[in-house]
């Protein structure tokens, strides 16, 4: 059974930073692709960040060029969110998603991040 807990939301100001973890309880956890999603109020769930299976690759939704990162830590079966430069229209809850045969099959309960301008 899989299992991804997402921590590290919270409340920043605008031009802040946070670090959001997604820890996965999940047999070769280093097989996976990963990614996170976020989902504002009102709105549908957006793609913000993916990483391959080795962490070798890295794609980005163009809203967070350049001021988000994904990275991973295959020996601790942990994906990170790194995100600067923090804008308010960032505010909603952060989910993170594991890849199974090309689509995202699990979820984690998400972590709210709110950005007060």
């Known amino acids: 059974q899989v299992q991804l807990v997402e921590s590290g939301g919270g409340l920043v100001q605008a031009g802040g930073s946070l670090r959001l973890s997604c820890a996965a309880s999940?047999?070769?956890?280093?097989?996976?692709?990963m990614g996170w999603f976020r989902q504002a109020s009102g709105k549908e769930r957006e793609f913000v960040a993916s990483?391959?299976?080795?962490?070798?690759?890295?794609y980005y939704a163009d809203s967070v060029k350049g001021r988000i990162t994904i990275s991973r830590d295959n020996a601790k079966n942990t994906v990170y969110l790194q995100m600067d430069s923090l804008k308010p229209e960032d505010t909603a809850v952060y989910y993170c998603?594991?890849?199974?045969?090309?689509?995202?099959?699990?979820w984690g309960q998400g972590t709210q991040v709110t950005v007060s301008s």
């Open positions: 998603g594991l890849n199974s045969r090309g689509r995202y099959a699990y």
């Open positions: 999940v047999d070769t956890f280093s097989s996976y692709d």
């Open positions: 990483i391959t299976w080795s962490g070798g690759s890295t």
